[in-house]
């Protein structure tokens, strides 16, 4: 059974004012991650985020060839690479 939220989770990530979308843009204009959190706290802002992003790891560990998506998301935002590395891997090497 599809939860009915999911659509009001996918429309607050992109359009809302969350904590979420202000690190994503953050990370965008060139932050590290572990720079953004920085800069969030300043702001007494939280990233909820960050949480699921951990769990995900572990729920990940030993699919190193699966799930590239995720796997790029965990390195740019737990191991503080640049973005350009992993989202260049995906566009390059994994057609739709």
């Given at each position: 059974?599809?939860?009915?939220?999911?659509?009001n989770d996918m429309w607050m990530s992109s359009t809302g004012n969350t904590g979420n979308r202000e690190f994503g843009i953050l990370v965008g204009k060139g932050y590290k991650a572990s720079e953004a959190i920085v800069e969030m706290r300043k702001r007494n802002k939280t990233v909820e985020g960050i949480n699921t992003v951990k769990a995900i790891r572990i729920?990940?560990?030993?699919?190193?060839?699966?799930?590239?998506?995720?796997?790029?998301?965990?390195?740019?935002?737990l191991e503080d690479k640049d973005p350009r590395g992993p989202i260049t891997y995906l566009m390059n090497s994994h057609r739709i």
């Open positions: 059974m599809e939860s009915q939220c999911w659509g729920v990940l560990e030993g699919s190193e060839n699966d799930f590239p998506l995720l796997h790029g998301v965990n390195e740019i935002i």
